[in-house]
């Protein structure tokens, strides 16, 4: 688990962009702060909450299909980009985390401090 590191009072550092392949999500857990999925699509980069709505999947163990994430769990399915699910069993979205690369580094931007 990696320690919290605040890249300024409103960014959360959570990875390298050399950490997060095409094809694949990448798994962060953040002391503090839980486990988060990391995904790129078209040269961008999506952070979402780790664990599926439905059940115990690692979404960042999930096959990639363009913006969605099939979970492993029981293959429901989640766009990455807005959260939403868009294939049964699941039904409930994840949450999303607005995302700031500063360099080569991807950050979650801290929005107040609720989050």
Do not use: W
Request: aromatic share 8%; with cysteine; charged share 25%.
């Amino acid at each position: 688990m990696a320690p919290l590191e605040m890249i300024d009072k409103n960014m959360i550092r959570i990875c390298d962009t050399s950490e997060v392949a095409d094809d694949r999500g990448c798994k962060v857990e953040i002391e503090g702060f839980g486990a988060v999925a990391i995904f790129r699509f078209e040269d961008s980069y999506f952070v979402v909450d780790d664990q599926c709505t439905h059940g115990l999947g690692s979404l960042s163990d999930g096959k990639i299909a363009g913006p969605q994430v099939i979970c492993p769990f029981h293959r429901g399915a989640f766009n990455f980009i807005t959260g939403e699910p868009t294939k049964a069993p699941c039904t409930i979205a994840l949450k999303t985390y607005q995302v700031e690369v500063v360099g080569t580094t991807i950050c979650i931007v801290k929005l107040d401090a609720t989050d």
